[in-house]
């Protein structure tokens, strides 16, 4: 009886095509790491998010994600291939799921998490004025922008008391090259009735530092966007090691 009792409870925690190790089941039958989620879980409640690693972190995300498996593992793997946390959350769904333990459906929701966290960080900006939130411009963009692996540039639209309207995409280009066009960023300026504008591009080879080129194009943007009372207030590079401020280096 207690045998196919056994076989039943492997057979229940089979999920998405993964069938759980004899090793990870107790002498009951029953996963090992179900006790850690519920200390893991109870943990967070008493004392919130300090003090946890990110692998910590990345677990109980996953266990919304992977209900059937010891996350632990999944997650450790992820920041080792990714690098972090934010390299997790900004990797392409195909690479997610390339991981072992992911899957398709699990790499999806994970980048669902990320979405509606960057939607908060948006929001959260959209709500202050740009100027006097530079640590905020920073962490949105890098959540969004340092892991991409070809290179974007975005530029975030201020009203007269330099708060966002719009935040857009205008260019994708290569790994180390962007198309950028400044009729077409002044005009969608004008459109959107925007007074000033923050520009922001990648460098997905981990250097933030601004290249001639990058400093050139910035220079012309500047020019054809101030005789229609437009202000550049900066342009800032993300980078996997960080980032660098035009206006910070007095390029601009």
Same mark, same amino acid.
């Given at each position: 009886?207690?045998?196919?009792?056994n076989?039943?409870?492997?057979?229940?925690?089979?999920?998405?095509?993964?069938?759980?190790?004899d090793?990870?089941?107790?002498p009951?039958?029953?996963?090992?790491y179900?006790?850690h989620?519920?200390?893991?879980?109870a943990?967070?409640?008493k004392?919130?998010?300090?003090?946890?690693?990110?692998?910590?972190?990345?677990?109980?995300?996953?266990?919304?994600?992977v209900?059937?498996r010891?996350t632990?593992?999944?997650?450790r793997? %992820? %920041?080792?291939?990714?690098?972090?946390?934010?390299?997790?959350?900004?990797?392409?769904?195909?690479d997610?799921?390339k991981?072992?333990?992911?899957?398709a459906?699990?790499?999806?929701?994970l980048k669902?998490?990320?979405?509606?966290?960057?939607?908060?960080l948006?929001?959260q900006?959209?709500?202050?004025?740009?100027?006097?939130s530079?640590?905020?411009?920073i962490?949105?963009?890098?959540?969004?922008?340092?892991?991409?692996?070809?290179?974007?540039?975005?530029?975030?639209?201020?009203?007269k008391?330099?708060? %966002?309207?719009?935040?857009?995409?205008?260019?994708?280009?290569?790994?180390n /090259?962007?198309p950028?066009y400044?009729?077409?960023?002044?005009?969608r300026?004008?459109e959107?009735?925007a007074?000033?504008l923050?520009?922001?591009?990648? /460098?997905?080879s981990?250097?933030p530092?601004?290249?001639?080129?990058?400093?050139?194009m910035?220079r012309?943007?500047i020019?054809?966007?101030?005789?229609?009372?437009?202000i550049?207030?900066? /342009?800032?590079?993300?980078?996997?090691d960080? /980032?660098?401020?035009?206006?910070?280096?007095k390029?601009?």
């Amino acid at each position: 009886m207690a045998g196919a009792q056994n076989k039943h409870i492997k057979s229940a925690i089979k999920g998405d095509g993964f069938a759980e190790p004899d090793e990870h089941l107790g002498p009951a039958g029953i996963p090992r790491y179900t006790g850690h989620r519920d200390r893991l879980r109870a943990r967070f409640r008493k004392s919130g998010p300090d003090g946890f690693a990110e692998y910590e972190l990345l677990e109980l995300l996953l266990y919304r994600f992977v209900p059937r498996r010891d996350t632990k593992p999944i997650a450790r793997a %992820l %920041l080792a291939k990714f690098g972090s946390l934010a390299g997790v959350l900004g990797a392409k769904v195909n690479d997610l799921a390339k991981v072992s333990g992911m899957g398709a459906s699990s790499a999806l929701d994970l980048k669902v998490a990320a979405a509606v966290n960057g939607r908060i960080l948006k929001q959260q900006m959209s709500e202050k004025t740009i100027l006097g939130s530079e640590a905020s411009v920073i962490d949105y963009c890098t959540a969004l922008m340092a892991h991409e692996t070809v290179e974007q540039f975005r530029m975030l639209f201020l009203d007269k008391k330099n708060r %966002l309207i719009e935040d857009e995409v205008q260019q994708q280009g290569t790994i180390n /090259h962007t198309p950028v066009y400044p009729r077409e960023v002044v005009k969608r300026a004008l459109e959107l009735n925007a007074t000033a504008l923050v520009l922001v591009h990648n /460098h997905p080879s981990g250097d933030p530092s601004p290249s001639v080129a990058d400093i050139e194009m910035t220079r012309v943007i500047i020019d054809a966007a101030l005789p229609l009372g437009i202000i550049v207030h900066d /342009h800032i590079i993300i980078a996997k090691d960080g /980032h660098a401020s035009m206006k910070g280096m007095k390029l601009i």
